[in-house]
């Protein structure tokens, strides 16, 4: 069966406060440390009421501190709001800490408003437009060494030099991410979640043009959906109403925490809402494991994936865990002692 991953925003709830939520996320990350999850990303966004952590890697490192065998990593680091010197020692500080059991995802976005985007980056440089390529290419050489001869930067090691860059990930939703992760030779991952890109031409791109390099020798592609699995397809119907209503708040620029069952149930869709619900919920993946794992097989095959990553963001943190006990159990996996 296909290795199963976890993408978690650490997801606040009109019941659940960010400092919970942060805790919810550490409780998860064991849970299914012991369920056989290969890998737990988390993700970077500022300024949103509905999701708890700004700083991916101080989680990946609490996270590491309380598990035993799952990878933890960032799903991923916006590269537009660091520094790559500053990803550079975090991440391997990280991996010192915790050998071989680190990933440093990275996205081209800021993950978050024009305004606070700004507020990232105001006091660091005044370089305007996408500078991806520039900061992906800076953050290797702080591994590789191999700046021209005078440059300024040959006076500088990142610490601690005696520890590598963990595995990079590019991570993205178009076809431009799936083009780049192939001609850097590096790992990729496609948010199908809220992707508009289809993903089976995203990933076979990317496994057609891949070119190995020093980061990868062949090409790895993750999938990442969003699922809410329960005993019965009525109950998960009922788990993803929160779902559906926060998708349709976030398509209108409310980030709100994430509302519960009952206030769903109690909202008035209008019929052009719920026209645009039904449209959303082609990207999700509802129902007990049978029914999810009967809807996620075709576009599993047809992307050739070579792991899943399951987002799973209901109100109810113990439905959450739940969800992730049952996919593992559909898919296989070999449960491992707990940390």
């Given amino acids: 069966m296909i290795p199963l991953s976890v993408l978690d925003l650490s997801v606040v709830t009109t019941a659940t406060k960010p400092a919970t939520a942060l805790r919810n996320s550490i409780d998860l990350a064991r849970h299914v440390d012991g369920l056989g999850y290969v890998r737990y990303w988390l993700a970077e966004h500022h300024n949103l009421a509905s999701v708890a952590s700004p700083a991916p890697d101080l989680m990946i490192g609490q ?65 305007e437009g996408d500078d991806f390529l520039e900061r992906l290419h800076e953050l290797t050489l702080w591994e590789t060494r191999d700046f021209p001869p005078g440059h300024p930067f040959n006076n500088v090691v990142a610490m601690p030099d005696d520890s590598p860059l963990p595995p990079i990930w590019l991570l993205g939703s178009s076809g431009y991410s799936s083009e780049l992760a192939a001609q850097v030779g590096m790992g990729f991952s496609f948010a199908h979640h809220f992707a508009t890109h289809g993903a089976v031409d995203a990933m076979t791109n990317y496994r057609a043009h891949f070119k190995p390099s020093s980061w990868r020798q062949t090409p790895y592609a993750i999938l990442a959906v969003a699922a809410v699995a329960a005993e019965t397809d009525e109950e998960a119907e009922k788990l993803a109403l929160s779902m559906d209503l926060n998708r349709l708040r976030r398509d209108r620029g409310q980030y709100l925490p994430l509302p519960s069952v009952e206030e769903a149930l109690a909202y008035p869709y209008t019929d052009a809402e719920r026209a645009s619900i039904a449209r959303n919920r082609s990207r999700f993946f509802v129902g007990s494991p049978a029914t999810v794992m009967e809807k996620l097989q075709p576009l599993i095959a047809a992307t050739e994936a070579d792991e899943l990553m399951i987002i799973t963001a209901v109100y109810d943190h113990e439905a959450r865990k739940k969800s992730y006990s049952l996919l593992a159990d559909a898919f296989g996996l070999a449960k491992k002692a707990a940390a």
């Fill in 63 to 127: 996270i590491a501190a309380v598990t035993k065998h799952i990878r933890v990593g960032s799903g991923g680091v916006m590269l537009p709001n660091h520094a790559p010197l500053v990803v550079a020692e975090r991440f391997k500080m990280l991996e010192a800490l915790f050998p071989g059991r680190i990933d440093l995802g990275l996205g081209r976005a800021p993950g978050t408003d024009g305004a606070t985007a700004y507020a990232l980056r105001s006091r660091l440089d005044r370089r």
